[in-house]
Structures are given as structure tokens and as C-alpha cells.
T-cell receptor, first 115, second 113 residues
């Protein structure tokens, strides 16, 4: 079964500090794509970052970076210099290349940013 | 920047009524998806659609659900006879191609009474 596990239901960080959100997933496929989506209180799903499984280099997008460990099936998100606007639910997700490419989501981590 | 739009933003309906949720995907995208998120739970895949056909559907997507691309811009999800448990946030998403990022709309919050 395709599953995504986010072991931290809630996390908090001080403004300007760094926080890491954990994600592990389970698939027997070798070609897949991993994502972090952000869902603020408005509930819109916003793409944060994407990682192709065939790439060894970790993706980076401004203050957001990932630590992708393919063998361990781990895909954590690091947020540097946290800002109040980063407060949201963060969902880890992936899809398998080929077929319908449906996204499989984790349950999410609620991030609070303290001023 | 192009974005996926959805209407209505909120819908309240009575159990047993039909609802149609509308989405306008990004204009050059070819793959379309519906997901739902029951309050407090994770986002779940419902259906994917390409080339005017369903390419995959989940167990949730039973005979009460249907999708349609009635013209070149809209993508709709119809729930024929709503149940209480259909209350959820429904997200439309689209992507340009396979192995491309899916971009989500703002969602339609459906409440079935």
C-alpha cells in the first residue's frame, strides 16, 4: 500500500529560527515525485517544494529545503528563518510516475510560528 | 500567474440533493484531478481525468460521483445524491503533463445537512 507518514502532528518554532518537518513514505516503485504542500487557514493547497526521486541533489526553494534520503524513504522539510506567514498545515505527498499519478498525502503537520 | 479556480467557494445542500462543483483548470493543462479533505483529515484522491476520460478513480468515487469536461475550460464534479458524509472540502487540481506538478484550486467547502 502506498502510504505517507508525518509523525509530528504539531510543531512550533520561534520567528527567525529553523524548523524541520519529518515525512516518511512507503512505495516499492523507483520512479516517483515528492512534494510538500502548505495549507494556510484559508485552506488553499500551495506548493512549497518538489523533489524528483531520481535526483540525488536535495531541492531548495529560497528558505525551504528538503533532506531526501531515498534508501530510508525519508523526505523532511527544513524551513529556515521562519516567518509568521509560514504558519500553516504542511502536507507531504508523492505520486508514482506513470499511470494516473494520483497524489498520496500524509496527515499533515500543523506548524505554529511564535513571534 | 495562471491559477486554478473553483466555484462556489461554499455550498450548503440538503441530503439527497444533487450538487455540481465547478473548476477551471490552468488553460494549457491536460490532466485534471479531484481530491477531497474531510475536516481534520488528510487529503484523499477521488479521480483523475485525461483526454476526456477517467484515468483512475478511488474507492470513494462510487456511482454517485461523476466528472465532466463540458467545454474547453471547465471541469466539473457532480454528486448525484449527497450524503452527510460527503461534507468536505473538495479540491480541483491540474497539471500540464505526466510527472508534472499538480496545482490546486482554492477548494469548495461542501456542507450536507
Amino acid at each position: 500500500a502506498q502510504t505517507v507518514t508525518q509523525s509530528q502532528p504539531e510543531m512550533s518554532v520561534q520567528e527567525a529560527e529553523t524548523v524541520t518537518l519529518s515525512c516518511t513514505y512507503d512505495t516499492s516503485e523507483s520512479d516517483y515525485y515528492l512534494f510538500w504542500y502548505k495549507q494556510p487557514p484559508s485552506r488553499q493547497m500551495i506548493l512549497v517544494i518538489r523533489q524528483e526521486a531520481y535526483k540525488q541533489q536535495n531541492a531548495t526553494e529560497n528558505r525551504f529545503s528538503v533532506n531526501f534520503q531515498k534508501a530510508a524513504k525519508s523526505f523532511s522539510l527544513k524551513i529556515s528563518d521562519s516567518q509568521l506567514g509560514d504558519a500553516a498545515m504542511y502536507f507531504c505527498a508523492y505520486f508514482i510516475q506513470g499511470g494516473s499519478e494520483k497524489l498520496v498525502f500524509g496527515k499533515g503537520t500543523k506548524l505554529t510560528v511564535n513571534p | 500567474e495562471p491559477e486554478v479556480t473553483q466555484t462556489p467557494s461554499h455550498q450548503v445542500t440538503q441530503m439527497g440533493q444533487e450538487v455540481i462543483l465547478r473548476c477551471v483548470p490552468i488553460s494549457n493543462h491536460l490532466y485534471f484531478y479531484w481530491y477531497r479533505q474531510i475536516l481534520g483529515q488528510k487529503v484523499e484522491f477521488l479521480v483523475s481525468f485525461y483526454n476526456n476520460e477517467i484515468s483512475e478513480k478511488s474507492e470513494i468515487f462510487d456511482d454517485q460521483f461523476s466528472v465532466e469536461r463540458p467545454d474547453g475550460s471547465n471541469f466539473t464534479l457532480k454528486i448525484r445524491s449527497t450524503k452527510l458524509e460527503d461534507s468536505a472540502m473538495y479540491f480541483c487540481a491540474s497539471s500540464f503533463g505526466l510527472a508534472e506538478t499538480q496545482y490546486f484550486g482554492p477548494g469548495t467547502r461542501l456542507l450536507v445537512l
